[in-house]
């Protein structure tokens, strides 16, 4: 059956620091993965997304994302964190175009100042 | 990319009673998919509504308990009926991404049933 898990439930960073929230799936294929990021009383709002090729992808607000086959990963990272980070952080994968997403449980990050 | 909007953004409901969430989108969509996000959890899939059929459920959702409405292809409603505090969650309706594997979500209503 597919799932995404995403093992860490709430982080906590220190403003300026690096961050990287971890996302494993579990999928027949290589399904299409994303992350998206909901803020307090906010909907989803998609960070990036991977279909194929290369496996470093790019996002918006300075986000990056690694696809690692072998590993069945793919890591959110950001090198300098912002206080206005501080939200619900979503792993979603898609079988297909128009398919439902599984999601995973989310990953609380917290910023200090 | 779409814009979606949902009514109500958030209600504070009696239990036993119903209350229909709206989901309008600006552009014309085949498939919507409704999500329940319970506290302190992920979303989960409730049902796909697809326009002139009937919705599709996923396991341990009814249709007696969430009835869909799909009357057009920019238009979907939700209805938790017979409410109890367990039905309090985030509910979120969504659309594709024409062409594209992503989608699109509302903000949520937030359901609290007392």
């Known amino acids: 059956a597919q799932s995404v898990t995403q093992p860490d439930i709430h982080i906590t960073v220190s403003e300026g620091a690096s961050l990287e929230l971890r996302c494993n799936y579990s999928?027949?294929?290589?399904?299409?993965l994303f992350w998206y990021v909901q803020s307090p009383g906010q909907g989803l709002q998609l960070l990036l997304k991977?279909?194929?090729?290369?496996?470093l992808v790019q996002g918006i607000k300075g986000f990056e994302a690694e696809f690692k086959r072998s590993q069945s990963s793919f890591n959110l990272r950001k090198p300098s964190v912002h206080w206005s980070d501080a939200a619900e952080y979503f792993c979603?994968?898609?079988?297909?175009?128009?398919?439902?997403?599984?999601f995973g449980t989310g990953t609380s990050l917290t910023v200090i100042p | 990319s779409a814009v979606i909007s949902q009514k109500p953004s958030r209600d504070i409901c009696q239990r036993g009673t119903s209350l229909t969430i709206q989901c309008q989108v600006d552009?014309?969509?085949?498939?919507m998919f409704w999500y329940r996000q319970q506290p302190g959890q992920s979303l989960t899939l409730i049902a796909t509504?697809?326009?002139?059929?009937?919705?599709?459920?996923e396991s341990g959702f009814v249709i007696d308990k969430f009835p869909i409405s799909r009357p057009n292809l920019t238009f979907s409603t939700l209805t938790v009926s017979n409410m109890s505090p367990e039905d309090s969650s985030i509910y979120l309706c969504?659309?594709?991404?024409?062409?594209?594997?992503?989608?699109?979500f509302g903000q949520g209503t937030r359901l609290t049933v007392v």
């Open positions: 969504s659309v594709p991404n024409t062409g594209l594997p992503e989608a699109f």
């Open positions: 999928y027949g294929a290589t399904p299409y």
């Open positions: 991977y279909f194929s090729g290369d496996t």
């Open positions: 979603a994968a898609s079988a297909s175009t128009g398919n439902q997403f599984y």
């Open positions: 552009s014309q969509v085949t498939m």
């Open positions: 509504a697809n326009q002139g059929s009937e919705a599709t459920y």
